[in-house]
């Protein structure tokens, strides 16, 4: 659409608001519970006007049929324009349903929630879809239901299928698709449609590894024209590289709200620390605290670190770095280790190391030296270490997890020697 047609909104223009918001589901002891409890206590309120004891007692009755479970309770936050949210949370936070009431297939119980421009929403990918039709008859249909008219969905109806990739089952019946193929064309006709708001959920996984990558680059250019949107997932790293903010959903409520950095690691606080408490002997000793710089337990967490001696080092390309992390360590830790991550400005890991370490006998410092080039290049990096119990590889224990306090700074423009990050050794032939 041509911005003569669309006008740009201004960026400080609310996209979504969402006030007071609640969702409590009824459930029923029995099916006939559905029709007799309604009954039961309207009867109950003429009743009380005459009877008022006759009245609670009746009423009494039809609660002890229906029960409730309180999936939301009083969400409030507003996004603006071309701002980007990331919600996270574990499983039975709440995430989905929020979503389910924004984009309008859940009520809320109580409160309200403004929309202000055109929704595509990536919820249960491929639902829509007619399995009788065939996949170009589907992408009009949605593209119809999505607020399209036939000549618009005409227009990208070849960028689409290109992007599905599904070859010639696009005149095939959706029925013969696997599920994979169905939600690959499912989320090709959503983010075709040039939404104003983008909502998704857990949608960045379809598709194998190649088309999750394409999927990604497509929600990146989206993103750079200034659509709005709101993400739910576990992929942290996702929240990180596209969202602006995060929000951390616990047991239906927002339990914090900020930078998404901040929000994740409280998240991980939080998990880790269930985890670790539920390992945790009785008595013990030890529990998970939070640190000046993370979170772990105070008997195996990195006490003291520096970068060439500082906590910020500026460096050439090609220079070499050391870190040093002074690890305290108890005797409960059996199979002791450090790992130590080098992550970009976003926050996503670029390349680290696994260094297994001595049990100790006591309480006691360790020190560990770690040197390498700054292969990397033009940014700002950080320094992430993460102590483990680790007696195989994949029984892997975090006990604590501390970033943010060491950082470097590659100064040199490098995109002559090699593109992306960093270079990996490649041999060149003619």
């Given at each position: 659409?041509?911005?003569?047609?669309?006008p740009t909104?201004?960026r400080?223009?609310?996209?979504?608001?969402?006030?007071?918001?609640?969702?409590?589901?009824r459930?029923?002891?029995?099916p006939?519970?559905?029709?007799l409890?309604?009954?039961?206590?309207?009867s109950?309120?003429?009743?009380?006007?005459?009877?008022?004891?006759a009245?609670?007692?009746?009423?009494?009755?039809?609660?002890?049929?229906?029960?409730?479970?309180t999936?939301?309770?009083?969400?409030s936050?507003?996004?603006?324009r071309?701002?980007?949210?990331?919600?996270?949370?574990?499983?039975?936070?709440?995430?989905?349903t929020?979503l389910?009431i924004?984009?309008?297939?859940?009520?809320?119980?109580?409160?309200?929630?403004?929309i202000?421009?055109?929704v595509?929403?990536?919820?249960?990918?491929?639902?829509?879809?007619?399995?009788e039709?065939?996949?170009r008859?589907?992408?009009?249909?949605?593209?119809?239901?999505?607020?399209l008219?036939?000549?618009r969905?005409?227009?990208?109806?070849?960028?689409?299928?290109?992007?599905?990739?599904?070859?010639?089952?696009?005149?095939?019946?959706?029925?013969?698709?696997?599920?994979?193929?169905?939600?690959?064309?499912?989320?090709?006709v959503q983010?075709?449609?040039e939404?104003?708001?983008?909502?998704?959920?857990?949608?960045?996984?379809?598709g194998?590894?190649?088309?999750?990558?394409k999927a990604?680059?497509?929600?990146?250019?989206?993103?750079?024209?200034g659509?709005?949107?709101?993400?739910?997932?576990?992929?942290?790293?996702?929240?990180?590289?596209?969202?602006?903010?995060a929000?951390?959903?616990e047991?239906?409520?927002?339990?914090?709200?900020?930078?998404p950095?901040?929000?994740?690691?409280e998240?991980?606080?939080?998990?880790?620390?269930?985890?670790?408490?539920?390992k945790?002997?009785?008595?013990?000793g030890?529990?998970?605290?939070r640190?000046?710089d993370?979170?772990?337990?105070?008997?195996?967490?990195?006490?003291?670190?520096a970068?060439n001696d500082?906590?910020h080092?500026t460096?050439?390309y090609?220079?070499?770095?050391e870190v040093?992390?002074d690890v305290?360590l108890?005797?409960?830790?059996?199979?002791?280790?450090?790992?130590?991550?080098?992550l970009?400005a976003?926050?996503?890991?670029l390349t680290?190391?696994?260094?297994?370490?001595?049990?100790?006998?006591s309480?006691?410092?360790?020190?560990?030296?770690i040197?390498?080039d700054?292969l990397?290049?033009?940014?700002i990096?950080?320094?992430?270490?993460?102590?483990?119990?680790?007696?195989?590889l994949?029984?892997?224990?975090?006990?604590?997890?501390?970033?943010?306090?060491?950082?470097?700074e590659?100064v040199?423009?490098?995109?002559?020697l090699?593109?992306?990050?960093?270079?990996?050794?490649m041999?060149?032939?003619?």
């Amino acid at each position: 659409m041509s911005d003569s047609l669309n006008p740009t909104p201004a960026r400080d223009a609310i996209a979504i608001r969402v006030a007071d918001v609640s969702k409590t589901y009824r459930m029923w002891a029995t099916p006939s519970s559905r029709l007799l409890v309604p009954l039961m206590l309207r009867s109950a309120g003429v009743m009380g006007r005459i009877f008022p004891a006759a009245g609670q007692r009746l009423a009494a009755r039809g609660h002890a049929r229906m029960h409730t479970h309180t999936a939301l309770s009083d969400i409030s936050f507003e996004l603006k324009r071309g701002e980007a949210l990331g919600i996270i949370g574990l499983n039975g936070s709440g995430k989905s349903t929020l979503l389910q009431i924004i984009a309008g297939v859940l009520p809320p119980s109580q409160g309200a929630v403004e929309i202000h421009g055109r929704v595509a929403a990536l919820l249960e990918l491929g639902s829509g879809f007619n399995p009788e039709l065939s996949g170009r008859e589907n992408v009009f249909i949605n593209g119809a239901i999505l607020g399209l008219d036939r000549a618009r969905i005409q227009a990208v109806l070849d960028d689409i299928v290109a992007f599905a990739d599904i070859g010639d089952y696009i005149d095939e019946p959706v029925k013969t698709y696997s599920s994979g193929m169905a939600l690959r064309l499912a989320f090709a006709v959503q983010v075709h449609t040039e939404p104003d708001i983008l909502i998704v959920d857990e949608a960045l996984a379809v598709g194998d590894a190649a088309f999750q990558a394409k999927a990604m680059a497509r929600i990146d250019e989206i993103l750079s024209r200034g659509t709005t949107l709101l993400f739910v997932g576990h992929d942290l790293n996702a929240v990180k590289a596209f969202c602006h903010r995060a929000m951390l959903l616990e047991s239906g409520r927002i339990a914090l709200s900020g930078l998404p950095d901040e929000v994740i690691t409280e998240y991980l606080h939080r998990t880790h620390r269930r985890a670790l408490e539920a390992k945790l002997r009785p008595g013990a000793g030890a529990a998970v605290a939070r640190l000046d710089d993370g979170y772990g337990l105070d008997t195996a967490c990195v006490v003291g670190a520096a970068i060439n001696d500082v906590d910020h080092a500026t460096v050439g390309y090609g220079q070499t770095l050391e870190v040093r992390l002074d690890v305290r360590l108890g005797p409960d830790v059996e199979h002791p280790g450090v790992i130590f991550d080098i992550l970009d400005a976003k926050g996503l890991q670029l390349t680290g190391r696994r260094i297994m370490l001595p049990r100790v006998a006591s309480l006691m410092m360790l020190q560990v030296r770690i040197e390498f080039d700054a292969l990397f290049q033009q940014g700002i990096y950080r320094i992430r270490s993460r102590v483990i119990d680790a007696p195989e590889l994949d029984r892997t224990t975090v006990l604590s997890r501390q970033e943010g306090r060491l950082s470097f700074e590659v100064v040199d423009d490098s995109r002559s020697l090699f593109t992306g990050i960093f270079p990996v050794p490649m041999q060149v032939h003619f």
